[in-house]
């Protein structure tokens, strides 16, 4: 079992920033990718970014490219992901997820944790 935990939404002016946080406790975190997804209301869970267990790969979607990163530190059991020039659009519940295998861009993971809403005003 993986337990996940979201921290560090909130409410921010478009064009500003907020970095999310996921802290994994439970079997090996740093063996899992990860995956960050986010949730809007009325419409599907979708992918936003992922991270291979070593970190030396990631993905992005294309709507948060150039804009978000994420990383992880494998001795804080922690993934991350670094929000920038946030716009309206961007505004959801964000869900941090771990699967075995590798990364991919559906919502086949494996465990999710309870999601932490971000709001994004114009």
């Known amino acids: 079992q993986v337990q996940l935990v979201e921290s560090g939404g909130g409410l921010v002016q478009a064009g500003g920033s907020l970095r999310l946080s996921c802290a994994a406790s439970?079997?090996?975190?740093?063996?899992?990718?990860m995956g960050w997804f986010r949730q809007a209301p009325g419409k599907d869970r979708e992918f936003v970014a992922g991270?291979?267990?070593?970190?030396?790969?990631?993905y992005y979607a294309d709507s948060v490219k150039g804009r978000f990163t994420i990383a992880r530190d494998n001795a804080k059991n922690t993934v991350y992901l670094q929000m920038n020039s946030l716009k309206p659009e961007d505004t959801a519940v964000y869900y941090c997820?771990?699967?075995?295998?590798?990364?991919?861009?559906?919502?086949?993971?494996?465990?999710w944790g309870q999601g932490t809403q971000v709001t994004v005003s114009s």
């Open positions: 997820a771990a699967r075995f295998g590798m990364v991919v861009t559906t919502t086949k993971y494996d465990y």
């Open positions: 439970g079997r090996t975190f740093s063996s899992f990718p």
């Open positions: 991270i291979s267990w070593s970190g030396g790969n990631t």
